[in-house]
């Protein structure tokens, strides 16, 4: 049983330790939103909303989530007995179109309070039935591809067991080649275009066929199934989409129009833990494989992105980087570590999210904070 009496939500910044470039846009410092939900009974838990400062992912920013939260759907939960995190989904769903960010992270604080309540640590809390997350790196558009080459030999150095290189036209087909004459043809290698590209330049992308890679990563629009479709009919390369799926109906639009393979889940573009769970269950029975996307969470969203990663149909590296990789100092200890197999220990020893959130350090990167109650 979820009975919420209060809500807080915080404006923290956390500067990356380098620029990170998509093709759609430059993240230079993470502008979080972080809530922290408390139960009735005591039970408290802190979760965080995925949204960025520019709508250059998907429609939302943290300036919508945020009064999206305060308005319409804090409310629908404050004062409210709910039987369990399973229902929440539903009750944020009816009636209020997207902002599945901002409800995610309010639907994902649920799962993370049912655990707290259950005893339980999150992820056996959802029948996650792994106990370590091979981990794959997303690397950003550098500035010349000698520096891309580096990076990635690097990362396989470190034991990551998968490398994304984020492409753009002009920068794509030559320097995805090199990475790989620089690795060799064992490492996993994959592309992430984040709907840089469009049909006219289906040849182009043919050209990745000679890579062996994974996958390659929502290549075009980021609302549009059909045109993947299209473009999948020509590539050997399987197509993941990332941006196109936003809940598990579209998943399925995914395999019956043949517009990918393989389907990033992050649970913050899918409105939280119960949809992701229902997208993984579907592809599993379609035999999809699925890994766990990242959005440069703070050290709780990671929390829940590997109890997320820890269902068995997870079968792919997600980008599930150390703390150590995007910030000078995470707000969680111990802090998001990998070994040099690249795996991530998945925290089974405590309920809840499984690790401390370090309250001085959040409070002095605060820039805004509203407390709602029932
Ligand atoms: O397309 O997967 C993406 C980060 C921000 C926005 C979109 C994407 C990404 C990443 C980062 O690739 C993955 C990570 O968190 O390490
Ligand atoms: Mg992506």
Redesign the pocket.
Known sequence: MIALDRIVLREIRLSLREP?R?SSGE?RERRILLCELFDADGASSWSECVA?DEPN?SPETIDTAWPTIVRVLAPRLLGQRIAGPGDVHAILEKDVRGHRMAKAALEMGCWGVTAVQSGLPLARLIGGTRAQIATG??LGIQRDMHTLVAKAAEAIAAGYQKV?I?IEPGRDVDWVRAVRAAVGHDAHLMA?A?NAYTLADTAHLARLDELDLLMI??PLAWDDLVRHAELQRTLRTPICL??SITSRDRAQDMVTLGAGRII?IKPGRVGGFAESIAIHDFCESQGIPVWC?????SGIGRAYNIALASLPNFTLPG?L?PSAR?WAKDIVSPEWTMDAHGLVRVPLDQPGIGVQVDREHIDRITVRTQELRA
């Open positions: 990170f998509i993240m960025d992912y790196i997303s994304k984020k992430d984040n990563e929502q990332d941006e990033n996307g990242g959005m440069f969470e980008d980087s995007y």
